[in-house]
């Protein structure tokens, strides 16, 4: 059974910095893309950051690029987002998904589904 | 980045009936990339479709999607209580992936 399951979520305050982490089991996590998306209080989905199977290839939204890094240790089959100069409006919940098998990266972007998500973990930015 | 537009914003039936979702994209969506998901208070958005019509694992027959292009529907054809929640499509032919807004699925 595939699990997914997020951590590091806080209250922090603007300009300041969290590293959110993803635990994944139940797959060969080393052979799948993954990424985040979060969802503002009351409002939709947004895809936020992916990052390539092995590692190499990372991509992100406007929204968030230069201030959040994604990254991996397939060794420990855990994902991580880091999360810096935040603002109140990346305040959310995020969610660790597996990207779907018959989606797919290129060099510049990537075309992919979320099989299968974590249950979330909520970042407030407020002073 | 291509916009999707759910519709109705909230849709009121009763558990039996056929329920007709409705994603509409501001561009027409490469390889018909569009996915939908179901989502419930306090929990994770569920796959339910990808590829326009490709049932995700484990997700029964009574749902269905359809559609090409710029227009795309999610039918579920007989309702059952654990069917309410809120449905969002996704396309992810182009980059940016974006979402719609989502449509409510209520109790009449």
């Known amino acids: 059974e595939v699990q997914l399951l997020e951590s590091g979520g806080d209250l922090v305050q603007p300009g300041g910095s969290l590293r959110l982490s993803c635990a994944a089991s139940g797959f060969t996590f080393s052979t799948y893309d993954m990424s985040w998306v979060r969802q503002a209080p009351g409002k939709g989905l947004e895809w936020v950051s992916t990052?390539?199977?092995?590692?190499?290839?990372?991509y992100y939204a406007d929204s968030v690029k230069g201030r959040f890094t994604i990254s991996r240790d397939n060794s420990k089959n855990s994902l991580y987002l880091q999360m810096n100069r935040l603002r109140a409006e990346d305040t959310a919940v995020y969610f660790c998904?597996?990207?779907?098998?018959?989606?797919?990266?290129?060099?510049?972007?990537?075309?992919?589904?979320?099989?299968?998500w974590g249950q979330g973990t909520r970042v407030t930015v407020s002073s | 980045e291509i916009v999707l537009t759910q519709s109705p914003g909230t849709l009121s039936l009763s558990p039996g009936e056929r329920a007709t979702l409705s994603c509409r994209a501001s561009q027409s969506v490469s390889s018909s990339y569009l996915a939908w998901y179901q989502q419930k208070p306090g929990q994770a958005p569920r796959l339910l479709i990808y590829?326009?019509?490709s049932r995700a694992t484990g997700i029964p027959d009574r749902f269905s999607g359809s559609g090409s292009g710029t227009d795309f529907t999610l039918t579920i054809s007989r309702l059952e209580p654990e069917d309410f929640a809120v449905y969002y499509c996704?396309?992810?032919?182009?980059?940016?992936?974006?979402f719609g807004q989502g449509t409510r699925l209520e109790i009449k």
């Open positions: 590829g326009a019509s």
């Open positions: 996704q396309q992810y032919g182009s980059s940016p992936s974006t």
């Open positions: 990052i390539s199977d092995s590692g190499g290839r990372t």
């Open positions: 998904a597996k990207n779907g098998p018959l989606g797919h990266c290129t060099s510049s972007s990537c075309y992919a589904y979320f099989d299968y």
